[in-house]
């Protein structure tokens, strides 16, 4: 976050007579206007009497190995303040609610839009490479992520391996097997699968990151154990995940392995403990910190993942 610095008691003084003359703003649009830290003005926004902010969309579990027990709430305290919350005079509430509304129609028209295009995505795999689906009986996708909670964004960011500019959320495709699939058809659907990624990373009219995994169901009944942090990652995915192509009956039997191993009550646990996470990480930034955050408490307020983007 290499942004100008400016004194915290400031802030305050700063944001107001911007939204009084712009109107509300997201984090993002108060930001740019600022060009300030973004921890200062979330900070001083949520301490200050004179301003409201309206956060929207849904908060859901994420796994952190940075996190004692793992669990931790999405998006970040950063994400959410920049991508997914409206600031504005306090006394203003019509046209603080008119733009919170606009902004979540934005966020879930994003949202279907993905929906869509990885919808696409596997149609053309099918088609364009000639993979063999050995029956729909055999095969299922799901769809996992921002997307499922129509919590996707639209804000440029880094991809991670290649550092290539991307459109926000990335699409995260998991493609179950039934066990009795040949390996040598999975290995020609990975192949494909990464084709496709490669081709939607580098097209500049689409710039989508694809994340992705193949497997069979033996290998989600063992990663129902639950007993590492990769496993209880691929739980929380499976327990998130919407069919998109396939075989409803594997879909469902998928699903099923939550309940009978007990995987579901424990993501219901980390969940509520995430919540208390974030509680326990909002009061702990908003009342320590005058001139700027430290350095051991960044993963506090976003993640590993978005260091790249928010640095």
């Known amino acids: 976050m290499q942004s100008r610095p400016f004194l915290a008691v400031s802030v305050e003084d700063q944001i107001i007579p911007c939204i009084e003359r712009k109107g509300p703003l997201t ?46 709430l999405s ?9 997914y919350s409206v600031v504005g005079i306090a006394g203003d509430v019509n046209a603080l609610e008119h733009r919170a509304q606009d902004l ?17 995505i596997v149609a053309e795999i099918a088609g364009r490479f000639g993979i063999d689906w050995v029956g729909d009986e055999h095969l299922c996708v799901m769809i996992a992520g921002d997307i499922v909670y129509d919590m996707a964004h639209d804000v440029p960011r880094p991809e991670r391996s290649t550092g290539k500019m991307v459109n926000g959320s990335d699409l995260d495709l998991i493609f179950i097997l039934d066990d009795r699939v040949p390996d040598a058809v999975m290995q020609k659907l990975d192949e494909a699968i990464y084709k496709m990624k490669y081709l939607h990373l580098i097209n500049p009219s689409v710039r989508e990151e694809i994340d992705y995994v193949v497997k069979k169901f033996g290998r989600m009944r063992e990663q129902a154990a639950f007993d590492t942090f990769r496993r ?13 192509y396939g075989s409803k009956a594997l879909f469902q039997t998928a699903k099923s392995l939550l309940d009978e191993y007990r995987v579901t009550e424990k993501l219901e646990a980390m969940n509520k403990e995430a919540e208390q996470v974030r509680q326990q990480a909002e009061a702990y930034l908003l009342g320590e910190h005058p ?12 993640t590993a993942e978005e260091s790249e983007e928010f640095e």
């Open 104 to 120: 979540s129609a934005h966020i879930r028209q994003v949202s279907e839009r993905k929906r869509d295009l990885a919808r696409n």
């Open 232 to 244: 209880m990652v691929a739980c929380k995915i499976l327990q998130e995940g919407m069919l998109l």
């Open 27 to 72: 984090g993002t649009e108060l930001r740019a206007e600022l060009d300030g830290d973004p921890f200062l003005i979330w900070k001083s926004c949520l301490r200050s009497h004179h301003l409201s902010v309206r956060r929207v969309g849904t908060r859901f579990l994420r796994l952190d190995q940075r996190v004692e027990g793992f669990a931790r």
């Open 291 to 302: 001139d700027g955050m430290h350095a051991e408490d960044i993963y506090l307020f976003y």
């Open 75 to 83: 998006p970040s305290i950063l994400r959410e303040f920049l991508t």
